[in-house]
Protein backbone atom coordinates (compact mmCIF):
# COMPACT_ATOMS: atom_id res chain seq x y z
CA UNK A 1 0.00 0.00 0.00
CA UNK A 2 1.64 3.21 -1.08
CA UNK A 3 1.88 6.08 1.46
CA UNK A 4 0.00 9.14 0.81
CA UNK A 5 1.18 12.91 1.48
CA UNK A 6 -0.93 15.70 2.08
CA UNK A 7 -0.17 16.72 -1.45
CA UNK A 8 -2.03 13.79 -2.72
CA UNK A 9 -5.31 15.62 -0.62
CA UNK A 10 -8.16 16.82 -3.04
CA UNK A 11 -8.12 20.34 -3.94
CA UNK A 12 -11.84 20.67 -1.93
CA UNK A 13 -10.55 19.55 1.36
CA UNK A 14 -6.96 21.40 0.33
CA UNK A 15 -8.81 24.50 0.03
CA UNK A 16 -11.18 24.05 2.89
CA UNK A 17 -8.18 23.72 4.96
CA UNK A 18 -6.70 26.85 4.03
CA UNK A 19 -9.59 28.92 4.05
CA UNK A 20 -9.90 29.66 7.58
CA UNK A 21 -6.46 30.56 8.30
CA UNK A 22 -5.28 34.12 9.29
CA UNK A 23 -3.36 35.81 5.78
CA UNK A 24 -0.26 35.55 7.70
CA UNK A 25 -0.69 31.60 8.49
CA UNK A 26 -1.34 31.34 4.72
CA UNK A 27 1.64 33.40 3.66
CA UNK A 28 3.66 31.10 5.96
CA UNK A 29 1.55 27.66 4.48
CA UNK A 30 2.91 29.08 1.01
CA UNK A 31 6.29 27.92 1.74
CA UNK A 32 5.14 24.48 2.71
CA UNK A 33 5.56 23.40 -1.27
CA UNK A 34 4.54 24.25 -5.16
CA UNK A 35 0.92 22.70 -4.20
CA UNK A 36 0.67 24.78 -1.31
CA UNK A 37 1.42 27.75 -2.96
CA UNK A 38 -1.05 27.68 -5.38
CA UNK A 39 -3.84 27.07 -2.95
CA UNK A 40 -2.58 29.49 -0.33
CA UNK A 41 -1.79 32.32 -3.20
CA UNK A 42 -5.38 31.69 -4.90
CA UNK A 43 -6.90 32.53 -1.68
CA UNK A 44 -5.51 35.00 -0.43
CA UNK A 45 -6.46 36.61 -3.99
CA UNK A 46 -9.69 35.88 -3.17
CA UNK A 47 -9.25 37.44 0.28
CA UNK A 48 -7.06 41.03 -1.15
CA UNK A 49 -10.35 41.36 -3.90
CA UNK A 50 -12.53 41.13 -0.55
CA UNK A 51 -11.18 44.08 1.14
CA UNK A 52 -12.23 46.90 -1.47
CA UNK A 53 -15.53 46.20 1.03
CA UNK A 54 -14.45 46.74 4.67
CA UNK A 55 -17.87 45.58 5.55
CA UNK A 56 -19.30 47.59 8.49
CA UNK A 57 -15.19 48.96 8.85
CA UNK A 58 -14.22 51.99 7.37
CA UNK A 59 -10.43 53.42 7.25
CA UNK A 60 -9.77 56.37 8.21
CA UNK A 61 -6.93 59.05 7.77
CA UNK A 62 -4.68 60.99 9.69
CA UNK A 63 -2.71 63.88 8.44
CA UNK A 64 -0.93 66.54 10.40
CA UNK A 65 1.99 68.62 10.97
CA UNK A 66 4.27 67.25 13.76
CA UNK A 67 3.20 70.47 16.03
CA UNK A 68 -0.45 69.18 16.09
CA UNK A 69 -0.92 66.85 18.72
CA UNK A 70 -3.97 65.99 17.93
CA UNK A 71 -5.92 66.35 14.35
CA UNK A 72 -9.65 65.15 13.37
CA UNK A 73 -9.58 62.27 11.05
CA UNK A 74 -10.57 61.81 7.89
CA UNK A 75 -13.20 59.00 6.43
CA UNK A 76 -12.13 57.44 3.25
CA UNK A 77 -14.21 55.46 1.00
CA UNK A 78 -12.88 52.55 -1.85
CA UNK A 79 -12.34 53.63 -5.35
CA UNK A 80 -10.17 50.42 -6.60
CA UNK A 81 -7.48 48.16 -6.15
CA UNK A 82 -4.80 46.50 -8.28
CA UNK A 83 -1.21 46.71 -8.90
CA UNK A 84 1.50 49.66 -9.88
CA UNK A 85 3.22 49.77 -12.34
CA UNK A 86 2.09 46.69 -14.02
CA UNK A 87 3.75 44.59 -10.81
CA UNK A 88 1.22 41.75 -10.57
CA UNK A 89 2.14 40.34 -7.50
CA UNK A 90 0.07 40.18 -4.81
CA UNK A 91 2.97 42.07 -2.84
CA UNK A 92 2.62 44.55 -5.39
CA UNK A 93 -1.45 45.37 -5.41
CA UNK A 94 -2.65 48.48 -3.78
CA UNK A 95 -6.04 49.66 -2.30
CA UNK A 96 -7.17 52.90 -3.50
CA UNK A 97 -8.77 55.51 -1.71
CA UNK A 98 -10.91 58.43 -2.13
CA UNK A 99 -12.43 61.00 0.72
CA UNK A 100 -16.00 61.80 2.04
CA UNK A 101 -14.35 65.56 2.31
CA UNK A 102 -11.55 66.56 0.34
CA UNK A 103 -8.84 67.82 3.37
CA UNK A 104 -6.77 70.28 2.37
CA UNK A 105 -3.22 71.54 3.99
CA UNK A 106 -0.91 74.60 4.04
CA UNK A 107 2.77 74.45 3.69
CA UNK A 108 4.52 77.75 4.43
CA UNK A 109 8.41 76.87 3.69
CA UNK A 110 10.62 79.79 5.23
CA UNK A 111 13.80 80.96 3.53
CA UNK A 112 16.91 77.90 2.46
CA UNK A 113 14.31 75.63 4.77
CA UNK A 114 14.43 72.49 2.08
CA UNK A 115 11.35 70.05 3.16
CA UNK A 116 8.25 70.48 5.48
CA UNK A 117 6.84 67.38 7.05
CA UNK A 118 3.49 65.57 7.61
CA UNK A 119 2.42 62.70 9.96
CA UNK A 120 0.58 60.17 8.60
CA UNK A 121 -1.36 57.90 10.21
CA UNK A 122 -4.07 55.00 8.62
CA UNK A 123 -6.44 52.50 10.63
CA UNK A 124 -9.28 50.35 10.19
CA UNK A 125 -11.96 51.42 12.88
CA UNK A 126 -15.40 50.40 13.80
CA UNK A 127 -17.48 53.14 14.71
CA UNK A 128 -20.23 53.22 17.78
CA UNK A 129 -23.80 55.05 17.99
CA UNK A 130 -21.95 58.60 18.48
CA UNK A 131 -19.43 61.05 17.07
CA UNK A 132 -16.16 60.25 18.06
CA UNK A 133 -17.20 56.85 19.83
CA UNK A 134 -15.19 53.79 17.81
CA UNK A 135 -15.58 50.11 18.50
CA UNK A 136 -12.57 48.75 17.43
CA UNK A 137 -9.60 50.36 15.88
CA UNK A 138 -6.64 48.67 14.21
CA UNK A 139 -3.47 50.01 13.09
CA UNK A 140 -2.59 49.93 9.21
CA UNK A 141 0.53 51.53 8.22
CA UNK A 142 2.14 54.80 9.67
CA UNK A 143 5.07 57.32 8.83
CA UNK A 144 6.78 60.63 8.12
CA UNK A 145 6.26 62.47 4.64
CA UNK A 146 8.65 64.77 4.27
CA UNK A 147 7.63 67.01 1.69
CA UNK A 148 10.24 68.64 -0.36
CA UNK A 149 10.37 72.45 -1.59
CA UNK A 150 11.62 70.68 -5.54
CA UNK A 151 8.97 68.34 -5.18
CA UNK A 152 5.84 71.14 -4.01
CA UNK A 153 6.81 73.49 -7.36
CA UNK A 154 7.20 70.04 -10.03
CA UNK A 155 4.12 68.75 -8.49
CA UNK A 156 2.31 73.06 -8.60
CA UNK A 157 3.42 72.25 -12.64
CA UNK A 158 1.75 68.91 -12.70
CA UNK A 159 4.70 67.18 -12.63
CA UNK A 160 3.99 65.04 -8.67
CA UNK A 161 3.94 61.76 -7.87
CA UNK A 162 2.73 59.80 -4.68
CA UNK A 163 4.62 60.85 -2.00
CA UNK A 164 5.21 57.66 0.38
CA UNK A 165 5.06 57.78 3.98
CA UNK A 166 7.13 54.61 4.84
CA UNK A 167 10.86 53.28 3.11
CA UNK A 168 8.29 50.07 1.96
CA UNK A 169 6.13 52.43 0.38
CA UNK A 170 3.13 50.86 2.22
CA UNK A 171 1.10 54.16 2.71
CA UNK A 172 0.85 56.53 0.28
CA UNK A 173 -0.43 60.40 -0.89
CA UNK A 174 -1.30 61.94 -4.11
CA UNK A 175 -2.12 65.64 -3.73
CA UNK A 176 -3.02 68.87 -5.68
CA UNK A 177 -0.90 71.28 -5.21
CA UNK A 178 -1.53 74.82 -5.31
CA UNK A 179 1.11 77.93 -5.18
CA UNK A 180 -0.70 80.89 -2.73
CA UNK A 181 0.60 84.14 -1.97
CA UNK A 182 2.71 84.76 0.96
CA UNK A 183 1.72 88.07 2.49
CA UNK A 184 4.23 90.22 4.20
CA UNK A 185 4.01 91.19 7.65
CA UNK A 186 2.13 94.55 7.90
CA UNK A 187 4.96 97.49 7.61
CA UNK A 188 7.58 94.94 7.05
CA UNK A 189 10.73 96.40 4.84
CA UNK A 190 11.91 95.05 2.09
CA UNK A 191 14.98 92.71 2.06
CA UNK A 192 17.75 92.32 -0.44
CA UNK A 193 18.45 88.56 -0.50
CA UNK A 194 21.89 87.22 -1.82
CA UNK A 195 20.81 85.66 -5.08
CA UNK A 196 21.50 81.91 -4.06
CA UNK A 197 18.68 82.11 -1.17
CA UNK A 198 15.67 80.17 -1.87
CA UNK A 199 12.94 82.36 -0.75
CA UNK A 200 9.91 81.66 1.48
CA UNK A 201 7.03 79.86 -0.37
CA UNK A 202 3.84 78.76 0.63
CA UNK A 203 1.48 75.96 -0.77
CA UNK A 204 -1.96 74.82 -0.41
CA UNK A 205 -2.50 70.82 -0.57
CA UNK A 206 -5.62 68.83 -1.76
CA UNK A 207 -5.89 65.33 -0.95
CA UNK A 208 -6.59 63.57 -4.02
CA UNK A 209 -6.05 60.11 -3.14
CA UNK A 210 -4.91 57.45 -0.81
CA UNK A 211 -2.73 54.21 -1.60
CA UNK A 212 -2.33 51.34 0.65
CA UNK A 213 -0.52 48.02 -0.11
CA UNK A 214 -3.62 45.47 0.35
CA UNK A 215 -1.94 42.98 1.95
CA UNK A 216 -1.53 45.56 5.19
CA UNK A 217 -5.35 46.03 5.29
CA UNK A 218 -6.29 42.61 5.03
CA UNK A 219 -3.40 41.81 8.20
CA UNK A 220 -5.44 44.77 9.72
CA UNK A 221 -8.43 43.56 8.93
CA UNK A 222 -7.63 39.77 10.19
CA UNK A 223 -6.24 41.22 13.68
CA UNK A 224 -9.33 43.26 13.97
CA UNK A 225 -11.52 40.29 13.47
CA UNK A 226 -9.37 38.45 16.02
CA UNK A 227 -9.61 41.51 18.59
CA UNK A 228 -13.66 41.56 18.30
CA UNK A 229 -14.33 38.21 20.79
CA UNK A 230 -11.92 40.48 23.41
CA UNK A 231 -13.16 43.59 22.73
CA UNK A 232 -17.40 42.27 23.41
CA UNK A 233 -19.16 45.49 25.08
CA UNK A 234 -15.94 48.00 25.44
CA UNK A 235 -15.14 51.03 23.54
CA UNK A 236 -12.23 53.06 22.15
CA UNK A 237 -13.37 56.62 22.87
CA UNK A 238 -11.17 58.84 20.58
CA UNK A 239 -12.10 62.43 20.43
CA UNK A 240 -11.05 65.34 17.85
CA UNK A 241 -10.45 68.77 18.92
Same mark, same amino acid.
Not at 11 to 35: C, F, G, M, Q, W
Not at 48 to 61: C, I, N, S, Y
Not at 140 to 169: E, M
Given at each position: ???? $?? !? ?7 ? *? ?5 ? *? ?5 ? =? ?19 ? $? =? ?11 ? =? ?43 ? !?????? *? ?37 ? =? ?9 ? !? ?47 ? $? ?5 ? !? ?19
Amino acid at each position: MSCR $TI !DSLPNEILD *ALLAPLP *ARTLATA =ALVSRRFHEAASACLRVRLLQ $T =AALGTRELVLECH =APSERRAPSTSCRSSGMGPLVGDARLGGWYSRFGFEETPEREVLL !DEDELF *AQLCVGVSVVQRGPARGLFMSYTGVGDGVLRVWRTWLSD =AAAGRGDVLWA !DPWKSVGLRFAVEPMVLQEPVGALPRRRPVSDEPAVKYRLRLEELLVRT $TQVLLAL !DKATAQDGAQTGKAIIITSY
